[in-house]
């Protein structure tokens, strides 16, 4: 029996149980897959947007403006990467500037600070790789780049040592208000009872929603698919350059990451599959496409990886966030499509009050602001890292040579709260794999070390949990 239940540890729900994490609460965190950050929040553009684009006056405004400012804070607090490097929409046609106006305009409305619009001459000294056909830009130095495999992990991190238990493999079947008064959530793993939910299961909200309540909610996943380029190109260009917005988004980007790759994407393709995260020759080629009008010589030989992801995507096109009206005690946290992770700190403050009123809860007075990430050997000097391996050899071992990550880094993604148990797990807390080589070289090293710390055969480790086995049987017996 929990105070509150949290479905879906993506980075709304992990938000959420950040949040709620300050005060005298048990809240429990049902997840159906085997780790944080397994939907959408993992496939996304991971720009943290500066908010010009939502309308005035919306939630997505709102949210989107004060996640941003939360940004800078919460990075620092959890030990995250986090860069603003700016944000600029470029125009290739001259009728195309009335655009940039209407969103600077809509920018300030919302509350966007330092917007400029900029000329052909100050764009291209900016960013020498964009089209000579560039007419001009709006330039929003708030723009940033976050990783959104950290943000979602560390928030999950600082909620579970906060208290906040988290279920994984845990899928909620169905819903239903008990004679007692407390919702009944019955899950593969069996029954769970709180007092509150919060539904954040992403493209699975309306599947929720629709179990306890008569007015039904329908979203549509439209899937986006990227490329991501390898570092050798990654500054190619150094703010994320953004086409002029149409009514599926925001357009095909072209970005730096905060690790220092390049990232080209998303398309909108509306699907109706929930899980149709496969990408198409199609989708890769209209993106190199897109991305080529606003940007020269894109690199697109140094392509390392595809992937795609799915936006939540409602109607309305807009954050529902709020107590269901025929269903008191349940609250939805859905069609979070971007700019759901810039929003997600707002998400989670939001909801956050909005429950300590209703339940009247008293903060903790022991409450951990702070959580420390992974030691990182990326930058270290020599003498440092001379230093680092004398306290534990672990660090003096590379695993994954094209990200440079060692066995200490990847004990320690394995032994933190909420540790990996996945080579997917080891991959988003510590980069081995996420490389040039894409995993080809580390993943017998890291299963090793997965099969020695937790105990688990190497029949038993998976890529990503569920029947993702990667060793199906041995076929020449021990070695
Ligand atoms: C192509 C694309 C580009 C984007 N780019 C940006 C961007 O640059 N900046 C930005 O701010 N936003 C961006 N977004 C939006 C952002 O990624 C999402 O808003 C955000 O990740 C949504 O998080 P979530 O936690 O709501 O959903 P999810 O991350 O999907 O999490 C939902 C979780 O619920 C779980 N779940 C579902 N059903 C159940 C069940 N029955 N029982 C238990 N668990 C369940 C799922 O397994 C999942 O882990 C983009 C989105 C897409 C698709």
Not at 109 to 129: I, Q
Not at 404 to 413: K, N, R, Y
Request: proline fraction near 3%; charged fraction near 25%.
């Amino acid at each position: 029996m929990y105070d509150v239940i949290v479905i879906g540890a993506g980075v709304s729900g992990c938000a959420v149980a950040r949040w709620l994490s300050r005060y005298e609460l048990n809240v429990c965190v049902l997840e159906k897959c085997e780790d944080v950050c397994e939907g959408t929040s993992k496939a996304n553009s991971a720009i943290v947007h500066a908010g010009f684009d939502a309308d005035e006056g919306s939630l997505m405004a709102k949210l989107n403006v004060r996640g941003n400012e939360m940004m800078d804070d919460l990075a620092k607090d959890l030990d995250i990467p986090f860069k603003r490097n700016g944000s600029m929409v470029v125009c290739i046609h001259k009728d195309e500037l009335d655009g940039l106006k209407v969103l600077y305009e809509r920018g300030v409305k919302n509350g966007v600070k330092g917007l400029k619009l900029l000329s052909k001459e100050e764009v291209l000294e900016l960013e020498p790789n964009l089209s000579e056909n560039v007419e001009g830009a709006l330039l929003a130095p708030t723009g940033g780049i976050i990783c959104p495999f950290e943000l979602t992990i560390a928030m999950a991190e600082n909620a579970n040592e906060n208290g906040v238990e988290f279920r994984f493999n845990t899928r909620v079947e169905d819903i239903k208000k008990g004679e007692d008064g407390l919702w009944h959530l019955r899950t593969n793993n069996g029954e769970y009872k709180a007092k509150y939910v919060v539904n954040a299961a992403g493209v699975y909200a309306d599947k929720i929603h629709n179990m306890v309540s008569a007015d039904k909610m329908h979203i549509i996943e439209r899937r986006g698919d990227y490329c991501l380029l390898d570092k050798e190109v990654g500054g190619h260009v150094s703010h994320t350059i953004f086409p002029q917005p149409t009514k599926y988004g925001k357009g095909v980007l072209v970005t730096p990451t905060v690790h220092g790759n390049l990232l080209v994407g998303p398309t909108a393709i509306d699907i109706e599959n929930k899980e149709g995260t496969a990408t198409t020759a199609e989708g890769i080629d209209a993106l190199t496409a897109k991305a080529s009008e606003n940007v020269r010589n894109l690199p697109m030989r140094n392509v390392i990886t595809s992937f795609a992801g799915l936006r939540a995507h409602l109607e309305q096109h807009e954050f529902v966030i709020g107590e269901v009206k025929d269903a008191p005690c349940f609250i939805d946290v859905a069609g979070i499509e971007s700019p759901g992770l810039s929003a997600s700190p707002a998400i989670g403050e939001m909801v956050s009050e909005m429950l300590k009123e209703k339940m009247s809860l008293k903060e903790k007075e022991n409450w951990i602001s702070t959580r420390k990430g992974i030691t990182r050997t990326e930058g270290l000097s020599i003498e440092e890292m001379n230093a680092l391996i004398k306290e534990n050899p672990a660090y003096g071992t590379i695993v994954c040579r094209c990200e440079s990550i060692t066995e200490g880094e990847i004990l320690d993604a394995i032994h933190r709260p909420l540790g990996a148990r996945s080579l997917d797990g080891v991959k988003r807390r510590t980069r081995a794999g996420m490389g040039r080589c894409q995993a080809g070289f580390c993943s017998p090293r890291t299963m090793d070390i997965l099969s020695r710390e937790l105990g688990l055969s190497y029949e038993e480790i998976t890529k990503s949990g569920g029947k993702s086995n990667i060793v199906i049987e041995r076929t020449k017996g021990e070695v």
